[in-house]
């Protein structure tokens, strides 16, 4: 059984190399144009932007390596299955859930490998990245609206924006946490546009559709909501300097749980901190996932064609990352609670593994 372990890991090791290296390369050239530009029109140095290109490839490998993990798994059983190697080891009295035992075990290895990526690797180098590109980048206000994290560059302000489109932002958040305990004013909008004020470190917001907080005057101490279709407000950079604040996808769940301690103690949403929080950790036991499902879809389909494989493994991790997205965008809106939401792919695709793997293994 040892020798039979040891060959089906030989087997397996150079298809995931090769998939590794191609998925993360396609992924990388996916930024190559932005890092291109950026010495061409920038004159920033070939060395600095090779340190923000590698940093690049921790965050990459937490998609490319269950896809292939699931690529070198349905290779590798699919042409044992074909060539009746499979049939072979069944007739020498050898169970296939004997033969799924050494995978499992890889596939748990590599999840505790992923979570440690995504845990301390990946923080880390997600933000010594952006570090270096607001480094190279201009001296310009604006570049500190960025989607996606608390912002706190602004004098009493904390921003968050979901989604940047050019000058465009959506579905915006601005809080203006209170002295003495007070409650935390909220500035909500669907919209919005933003400007630099020339001369200035200021930045025009044009706000659009959404509701903010104004003081009642009978009493000072609460809040009334005024909807509006349109609300300007101007944002002062001159008294903090540009600090760069962590995005959640660069901070450790030790400083995820902080935030959000912080935030909810001023009434600030921090949905979205917990969405990071339960991402980190469930897209990394995706590796056990699809090595799991790699197996019976090899067994059951007996395919020699790699593209057939490749394609196998492609829809099923399209459709993972699908569902992912769906889920994420489900905790956005608070539709279901985030603890639950963000593991549903896992629940699903482990569910359909544990299935398909109980039919190959007693037929």
Not at 18 to 45: A, E, P, Q, W, Y
Not at 147 to 154: D, R, V
Not at 230 to 255: A, H, R, V, Y
Request: proline residues 4%; glycine residues 6%; hydrophobic residues 45%.
């Amino acid at each position: 059984m040892k020798i039979l372990r040891s060959y089906i890991l030989k087997e397996s090791i150079i298809p995931f190399a090769l998939s590794l290296s191609v998925l993360t390369s396609v992924f990388l050239l996916g930024n190559l144009v932005k890092l291109t530009d950026m010495v061409i029109n920038r004159g920033v140095s070939l060395a600095l932007i090779g340190k923000v290109f590698m940093y690049y490839i921790p965050f990459f490998l937490t998609y490319t390596m269950p896809i292939a993990c699931l690529i070198a798994v349905i290779l590798t059983f699919s042409r044992f299955s074909a060539d009746n190697e499979i049939l072979a080891m069944r007739a020498s009295g050898i169970q296939l859930k004997k033969i799924l035992v050494p995978v499992f075990v890889v596939g748990i290895l590599l999840s505790l490998f992923s979570l440690i990526l995504n845990l301390r690797i990946i923080p880390h180098a997600y933000h010594q990245q952006r570090r270096i590109l607001k480094k190279v980048g201009t001296q310009n206000p604006t570049a500190l609206l960025e989607a996606g994290t608390f912002i706190n560059a602004f004098k009493d302000q904390i921003i968050f924006i979901y989604r940047i489109d050019g000058n465009k932002l959506f579905n915006v958040r601005i809080y203006q946490p209170q002295p003495n305990g007070k409650m935390t004013r909220t500035i909500t909008a669907q919209k919005g546009e933003f400007t630099q004020v020339p001369g200035k470190e200021q930045i025009k917001l044009k706000l659009m559709n959404g509701t903010s907080d104004e003081p009642d005057l009978e009493n000072p101490n609460n809040f009334y909501k005024l909807r509006f279709n349109t609300f300007f407000k101007t944002l002062d950079l001159s008294q903090k300097g540009g600090k760069i604040e962590k995005k959640p996808k660069g901070m450790t769940l030790e400083e995820l749980n902080e935030k959000i301690d912080e935030y909810e103690a001023t009434g600030i949403n921090t949905t979205p901190l917990k969405i990071e929080f339960h991402r980190k950790i469930s897209s990394s036991f995706s590796v056990l996932v699809f090595i799991m499902l790699g197996f019976p879809l090899a067994v059951v389909t007996q395919k020699r064609a790699k593209s057939a494989n490749i394609a196998i493994a492609m829809i099923c991790g399209a459709s993972y990352y699908l569902l992912t997205l769906g889920c994420e965008a489900l905790s956005v809106q608070e539709v279901a609670p985030v603890a639950l939401t963000m593991w549903v792919p896992n629940i699903i695709g482990g569910i359909v593994a544990s299935i398909l793997n109980y039919r190959v293994c007693v037929s």
